[in-house]
């Protein structure tokens, strides 16, 4: 069984911060790659940011420089730094991790937390 959690949502006026963070826990062997994704109302969930076990990052183009995405591999968490929010990155927030089970060594599978809602006021 694995569970990630988020944490560090909220609401903020535009131009202000926020700091998400997953947890991903329970029979992990290997993490290959985490990353955040975001769906709004009415949306399709898109991706926002992702980070390799090498330290590789990929960013959704409307939040390159405004976003970083960092992991610790040892504590298997990854948190994403936002700032310089606006209206539009208001979406409910979830973490995803691609990863191999214990015992499942033969393939990865996504895993994904909750989400956590982050609303920008204007």
């Known amino acids: 069984q694995v569970q990630l959690m988020e944490s560090g949502g909220g609401l903020v006026q535009a131009g202000g911060s926020l700091r998400l963070s997953c947890v991903a826990s329970g029979r992990i062997f290997r993490i290959n790659a985490m990353g955040w994704y975001r769906q709004a109302p009415g949306k399709q969930r898109e991706l926002v940011a992702t980070i390799r076990s090498g330290a590789q990052t990929n960013y959704r183009d409307s939040v390159k420089g405004r976003f970083t995405i960092s992991r610790d591999n040892a504590k298997n968490t990854v948190a994403l730094q936002m700032n310089s929010l606006q209206p539009e990155d208001s979406a409910v927030y979830y973490c995803?991790?691609?990863?191999?089970?214990?015992?499942?060594?033969?393939?990865?599978?996504?895993?994904w937390g909750q989400g956590t809602q982050v609303t920008v006021s204007s």
């Open positions: 995803n991790a691609d990863l191999v089970e214990s015992g499942r060594y033969f393939s990865s599978f996504d895993y």
